[in-house]
Each structure stands twice: as structure tokens, then as C-alpha cells.
């Protein structure tokens, strides 16, 4: 098949899973045509069968705003024809969905590509919810020719929000357990951590929904009953408060912020614990990321984390906003070695038998060809 994906190509869950899907499918023999304004940050080599069409968007006085959407539109158009797409897969529902909408429609008398949109999160949950947008969302969605969500939770938040005539399928995100599996990295582990520290990771964007200041109260509360280091990676708006909460705290030996890293994997390797205490988390991308590194999860019981975290089996869930709850499984899981041994296998296996690409991908392949029936 020729398939068009589209996304968002910096920093983001959304993007990453669109470069993964892009990048396996092309190794599948598919052509994989990836549409974005810059090149997503995971294709960063050549690969057979993969390509990348940059959207250009001209400057001029008249226009305020950047009209991204519309030479997105053009630009899938271009691609359609040039590359005789079957396919446009948009990753992120604003504004990809209607710009994929948009370029069918102005090809449909010559062309038949299938619009398939991936819901990812705040699409939905939050920025999708907004008047400016809603409609619209709601209206590209009906649109599609198949809509996939990344959990049973955000199809449901769909279904209640939206009310669309569509089925929205669940396809879950996915990781590939090969790449993502622990390493042995003694001398990494002593550069960042002094001798006997339990290492505590976090990842994100650094949103508000992170709420990533509550991660810092976490290790304030257990700093007395086990010596841990807080490795902090990512970037964004709420760094900084989380920078002050640390030095008002006086915990600064405790907590390094490494800002965007791009070897993940190996600092998962010499993490002990995941803390992932998001507001709102469709899925949690980052999360899945530590669990096939034998990392286990502590998050507060919200949106899709239950699909991926499960309480005294890979991890613990504690409700929102309750840092006391979230501390308690921490020192839990940190004090006790046999249960520590037994989360982390079973992080990993949850990882290798329910998430791993190999599982996934071809649930996506088979709603391609079924869509391409219809
Ligand atoms: O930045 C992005 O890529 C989208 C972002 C969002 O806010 O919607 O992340 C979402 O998509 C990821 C990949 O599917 C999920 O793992 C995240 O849980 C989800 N984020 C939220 O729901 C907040």
C-alpha cells in the first residue's frame, strides 16, 4: 500500500507513534509517505520506502496567522497525485483531519485515497473541546473513512463528547521491545547517581496537565526514608516552577533536570521507578517506554493509564492529586526487594505480550485493507 502519514514532527507521543507506525510499515514493504513541517524527529536515517514531503507556508503582510492548514491540505493534495496515494493517515485530529478532509474532497472526482484519522489525546480531551475547534473536530471525525483511538478511554471520550456517526476503533499505542529493553550501564548510573540512590525518572513536555511540581513534593515526602536521585527529562512551561519548588525545598542534590534527551533508553536502564502523575493521559506513551525497560509506574488512576497500569501487578495508581498515596507505593516498591523484582518483570512483560509493535502493526494493516474495500 501507499500511505501518506501525517503528523506533528517535534517532541509528542502523537508524532512518535506516527513515525514508529511509518517507519515499521516501510519495513513491511509498504511506501510511506510522512507530510509534516519538519522531518519527525525518529526518521532520522534512510530507510527504504520511506519519504518525507516538508508543507511549505509562504509569509505575507495580509496574513496575521500562518495558514498551516490549508498548504497542509495542499500539500497532501500534491502528494496524492504525485505519489498516487491509498491512503492518508493523520495523526492528531487538529488540524490534520480536516486538512486531509479537505485535500480528498478537492481530488475525489480522480483519485479515491481513504482518510484515516488517529485520535491521540488532547484532541479530544482538551484543545478539540474548545468552540473554535469543536466543530469542526467533531465534523472531520464523520468524515474520516475509519478513526482509531489509542485507548478504551478515549474512544469513550469521543463517543460522549462528540456523539460521531463513526465506530471509533481502538488500536493501542505500541513499542518495540527490542529497542526498548534494559541495558547494562553501571558507569552511567554512578555519573548520575551517587552509590546506593534509588533512581526516579520522569518524562514529559513539562505541560500543566503534567503536573510534574507534584513529582518533586513526592520526593520531599520520601527523601528521609530511602536516598534517591529524581532524574527530570524533557522541557516546557512548568520547568521552572518545578526548578523553584526544588531549590524552595532545598532539595537541589536530590533532583537533576536533564531537559530533552534523545538516548532514552539508556536512561531508563538505570531507572528504578517511572512517576507519571498527569491530570489527563490518553495513554501515556512514556510510560509504556519505562515499562519495557523493566521499569515499573507509579501515576494517579486516570484517562487510559488502568489500560497500562495495573495496581500491585507492573505498578501502582494512586487518585489524582493524592502525592501522599503516590509516595506510599514509591517507598512500597523502593524498600521491598522481592516486590520490586516481581513489578519490574511483570512491567516488562506487560510490554512484550500486550504493546509490542509486532502485535500492533498488523491490527493497523488490517484496517487499511478493510477501509480500502469499502
Ligand atoms: O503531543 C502529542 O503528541 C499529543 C499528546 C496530547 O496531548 O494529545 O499526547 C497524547 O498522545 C500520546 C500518544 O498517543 C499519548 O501517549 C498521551 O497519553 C496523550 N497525551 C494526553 O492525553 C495528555
Not at 35 to 49: E, G, K, L, V
Not at 61 to 83: G, Q, R
Not at 96 to 119: P, Q, R
Not at 125 to 143: H, R
Amino acid at each position: 500500500m501507499k500511505i501518506g502519514m501525517v503528523c506533528y514532527p517535534t517532541y509528542g507521543g502523537s508524532g512518535i507513534v506516527a513515525t514508529e507506525l511509518g517507519m515499521q510499515l516501510a519495513k513491511s514493504g509498504h511506501e510511506v509517505h510522512f507530510i509534516s513541517y519538519a522531518q519527525p524527529q525518529r526518521f532520522d536515517h534512510f530507510q527504504d520506502n520511506l519519504y518525507f514531503h516538508a508543507v511549505e507556508f509562504p509569509h505575507y503582510p495580509l496574513f496575521e496567522f500562518h495558514l498551516y492548514s490549508l498548504a497542509l491540505a495542499s500539500k497532501i493534495i500534491d502528494v496524492i497525485k504525485y505519489e498516487k496515494l491509498d491512503i492518508i493517515h493523520v495523526h492528531y485530529a487538529i488540524p490534520h483531519a480536516i486538512s486531509g478532509f479537505l485535500a480528498k474532497e478537492v481530488v475525489k472526482n480522480e483519485y479515491h485515497t481513504k482518510l484515516i484519522t488517529t485520535l491521540h489525546g488532547t484532541d479530544i480531551t482538551l484543545v478539540g473541546l474548545e468552540p473554535a475547534f469543536q466543530p469542526l473536530v467533531k465534523y472531520s471525525i464523520d468524515q474520516s473513512d475509519a478513526v482509531t483511538a489509542v485507548s478504551e478511554y478515549l474512544a469513550q471520550k469521543t463517543y460522549e463528547d462528540f456523539d460521531p456517526k463513526k465506530k471509533i476503533n481502538v488500536i493501542p499505542n505500541f513499542i518495540d521491545t527490542e529497542f526498548y529493553k534494559k541495558m547494562n550501564l553501571p558507569f552511567l548510573k554512578k555519573q548520575l547517581a551517587s552509590c546506593g540512590e534509588k533512581v526516579l525518572v520522569h518524562v514529559s513536555n513539562f505541560r500543566p496537565v503534567k503536573r510534574v511540581t507534584d513529582i518533586i513534593h513526592l520526593v520531599d515526602k520520601i527523601r528521609n526514608e530511602v536516598s534517591v536521585k529524581l532524574l527530570m527529562i524533557g522541557d516546557g512551561p512548568d520547568r521552572s516552577e518545578a526548578e523553584k519548588l526544588v531549590i524552595s525545598l532545598g532539595i537541589q542534590d536530590k533532583v537533576k533536570f536533564l531537559g530533552k534527551q534523545q538516548s532514552i533508553v539508556e536512561l531508563l536502564s538505570i531507572a528504578d521507578l517511572m512517576i507519571l502523575p498527569s491530570e489527563q493521559e490518553s495513554f501515556g506513551l512514556s510510560a509504556l517506554e519505562a515499562m519495557s525497560c523493566g521499569v515499573p509506574v507509579i501515576a494517579y488512576n486516570i484517562g487510559g493509564i488502568p489500560e497500562l497500569v495495573r495496581n500491585g501487578y507492573n505498578g501502582y495508581m494512586s487518585d489524582l492529586k493524592d502525592i501522599d498515596g503516590l509516595a506510599e507505593s514509591a517507598l512500597k516498591i523502593l524498600k521491598d526487594e522481592a516486590l520490586y523484582s516481581y513489578l519490574s518483570t511483570n512491567a516488562r512483560r506487560t510490554a512484550v505480550e500486550e504493546f509490542n509493535i509486532e502485535r500492533i502493526i498488523p491490527i493497523y494493516e488490517k484496517l487499511y485493507e478493510d477501509t480500502l474495500k469499502v
